[in-house]
């Protein structure tokens, strides 16, 4: 209990009206069950206090590895290889409980990892993951720039072949663990135009990171601007499996996924606050949970959550069968992260004043979707990427 009285703990099981739980095999469900109660004994309590710091609760990482989630799908090189869903679920828990912790699995193993899986060549893949996975080395995703958002593809840091080296020079911004990784994957023009990634050594000279502070969302998980001056790194570390854009947008087809099941970790944890709380608290002599208005908050964002649910794990399903497209994975981003913020704010408002309160979880999550709707695509972009699937034409580029 906080000291308003009310419950922070999240229930367990979670949210679970249509039965999904039927339909996972007993290796998701243990992985889920894992996972759940790691976030919910040893992450959710120190949340709160870790955020109002804006700092990672690092001790936590080597329990992380022993729950064989970093890596998710990706089989081979030490890789749990576990299915989408199993993979998304772990998201799902760690989000209900933390979503900055969420995201650092995210960076590492959605993006980062990912990044050598798809665009790394098999010798890349055996050097790079094992100690990935492990987390003895903790990876960066650095595609966003200062000039380059939403228009990634327009990016301006270069690579420059030199010997058996390339020198790299540009500026990244928004990179999550820009400052505490080992490596990052840099995307960067190679003189061909073409945008490729490779793989930078923080410790590189000429690789400067700095943190971005005064942040209100995801405040446990620090990103950050990189600046790359002349940062010479070894010819063999550019990713040589994949080259263009398309290998970097394959990699975030793929983590979007990711993305969708945060959200609703975020939602749900939300939803099981606001119920509790409906439950618990009385106003003109009776719950507030009584009144026809609550209810109908509490139904749309069960609604809301439950749809979010049966559609992840369909496409988590297609994502197993080798059939995710890109505009699937947009549309399932875009869907998820609007239905989490609205969740959220609902909650909020279900709180009263009590709702602004850290200590009662729902502001924090509200500020972590705020930065969810926006990274991995905005909203809008992704509803662009899927505008553009069906009518065959781009209103972006
Ligand atoms: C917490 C956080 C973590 C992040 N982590 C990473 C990371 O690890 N690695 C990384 O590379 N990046 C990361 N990012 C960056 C993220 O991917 C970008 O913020 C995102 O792509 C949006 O870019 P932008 O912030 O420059 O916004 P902009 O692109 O400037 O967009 C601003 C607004 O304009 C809208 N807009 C833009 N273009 C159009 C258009 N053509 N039509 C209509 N509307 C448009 C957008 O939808 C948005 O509403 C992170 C961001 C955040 C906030």
């Given amino acids: 209990m906080g000291e308003t009285g009310m419950t922070v703990l999240t229930a367990s099981p979670a949210v679970d009206f249509y039965h999904l739980d039927a339909d996972l095999t007993s290796e998701e469900r243990e992985v889920r069950d ?14 709160q206090e870790y955020w109002d710091r804006a700092e990672m609760p690092l001790d936590l990482l080597s329990g992380l590895a022993r729950l064989g989630i970093v890596g998710g799908s990706i089989e081979g090189y030490g890789c749990p290889g576990i299915s989408s869903a199993a993979y998304g679920l772990a998201l799902q828990e760690l989000c209900r409980a933390d979503s900055s912790f969420g995201t650092l699995v995210g960076v590492q193993s959605s993006l980062a990892m990912n990044a050598i899986y798809y665009c790394g060549t098999e010798e890349q893949r055996q050097h790079w993951l094992p100690p990935m996975v492990r987390l003895e080395t903790l990876g960066a995703f650095g595609l966003t720039e200062p000039e380059a958002g ?57 690789y400067r990171a700095g943190v971005i502070t005064g942040k209100l969302a995801k405040r446990s998980i620090w990103q950050g601007t990189i ?17 263009g854009f398309g290998g970097t947008a394959t990699v975030l087809m793929h983590a979007r996924l990711g993305v969708c099941w945060e959200a609703v970790g975020s939602a749900i944890a939300c939803y099981e606050i606001a119920l509790a709380h409906a439950r618990e608290r009385e106003q003109f002599g009776r719950p507030l949970a009584g009144f026809q208005l609550v209810q109908q908050k509490l139904v749309q964002m069960l609604n809301g959550i439950s749809l979010a649910q049966l559609a992840t794990l369909h496409v988590s399903r297609l994502r197993d069968a080798g059939s995710l497209t ?29 709702g602004i309160l850290g200590e009662n979880q729902v502001m924090r999550h509200l500020c972590d979707l705020e930065a969810l709707y926006t990274y991995e695509g905005t909203h809008d972009i992704n509803m662009l990427v899927v505008g553009r699937e069906i009518t065959g034409l781009s209103a972006f580029t």
């Fill in 34 to 47: 894992r996972v759940r109660l790691f976030a919910q004994r040893d992450l959710l309590p120190i949340a």
């Fill in 150 to 206: 939403s228009d990634a593809t327009h990016l301006q840091t270069t690579a420059v072949r030199d010997g058996n080296t390339y020198i790299l020079n540009g500026h990244k911004r928004w990179i999550g663990n820009a400052t505490l990784c080992d490596i990052c994957i840099i995307w960067a023009r190679t003189e061909d135009g073409k945008i490729n990634g490779f793989v930078v050594p923080r410790e590189t000279p000429g």
């Fill in 227 to 243: 600046d790359l001056a002349d940062c010479r790194i070894p010819a063999e570390n550019r990713l040589a499996g994949m080259s």
């Fill in 326 to 354: 890109p505009a699937m994975s947009s549309m399932l981003k875009m869907n998820n992260s609007a239905m989490a913020r609205e969740v959220a704010l609902h909650a909020r408002d279900i709180l009263g004043g009590n």
